[in-house]
């Protein structure tokens, strides 16, 4: 069963440092979206990539925020430094660009920076 | 910027109820998604509507996109507690310049279900 991989699950973080995330999207799609969950903003849409080129990242804050696709099984979203605004929970999904592109979701990254 | 509102944010009702989640913009979309979401897990793709009009029915579920491609709405017939969860919709930017597919989500609808 094909299914979107994120690493970590969790992650604590003291303020200051950087933090990494990874994503394998499912074999053959070829959008990949960034997304960030909290109870006050939602699900924000951070960055998406199609056939690993960047296509927008403006929900992104560029200063600290960076979201690369080095092959088309990983794709990374790194902070740094963190700040505690950052707690959320960081999901990656991908797709079939078509119509619409149908979202296929990880499980998540939970990051805590205290 | 493309703005998708949902309503209500909260929802309590009875098992057995009836009850409809709307989702507006001013902006029209290639395509409108319905997600769920559990605790714990990323929003899962429950139905995605294309054609202006569109009514699609899974089960107890009903998706209706409007018209004129701006809006949609999800209608949940006898809800049970299996129901219970974060509704999601979400929409797909209409194509420009190669730069479609963007998908921005609502803010959610947070169901419960009571037995």
């Known amino acids: 069963d094909a299914r979107v991989t994120q690493t970590p699950r969790h992650k604590v973080t003291e303020m200051g440092q950087e933090v990494t995330m990874r994503c394998q999207p499912i074999?053959?799609?070829?959008?990949v979206f960034w997304y960030r969950q909290t109870m006050m903003q939602g699900l924000e849409l951070l960055a998406y990539?199609?056939?690993?080129?960047?296509?927008?990242d403006s929900g992104m804050p560029k200063d600290r925020f960076s979201a690369e696709m080095p092959d088309a099984t990983l794709a990374t979203l790194k902070i740094q430094p963190s700040e505690p605004r950052d707690s959320a929970v960081y999901f990656c999904?991908?797709?079939?660009?078509?119509?619409?592109?149908?979202?296929?979701f990880g499980q998540g990254t939970r990051l805590t920076v205290v | 910027t493309q703005l998708l509102e949902q309503s209500p944010q909260f929802l309590s009702i009875q098992e057995g109820e009836n009850l409809t989640v709307y989702c507006n913009s001013s902006?029209?979309?290639?395509?409108l998604q319905w997600y769920r979401q559990e605790p714990g897990e990323g929003p899962v793709l429950l139905v995605t509507v294309v054609t202006g009009g569109e009514v699609k029915k899974l089960k107890r579920l009903t998706f209706q996109f409007g018209d004129a491609r701006k809006d949609s709405s999800l209608h949940i017939t006898a809800a049970q507690p299996g129901d219970t969860g974060l509704y999601l919709c979400?929409?797909?930017?209409?194509?420009?310049?190669?730069?479609?597919?963007?998908?921005?989500f609502g803010q959610g609808t947070e169901l419960s279900v009571k037995p």
């Open positions: 074999l053959g799609h070829n959008t």
């Open positions: 902006s029209v979309f290639s395509s």
């Open positions: 990539f199609r056939n690993r080129a960047p296509l927008d």
């Open positions: 979400a929409g797909a930017a209409v194509m420009i310049y190669n730069q479609g597919g963007k998908l921005i």
């Open positions: 999904a991908s797709g079939r660009f078509l119509r619409g592109t149908e979202a296929f």
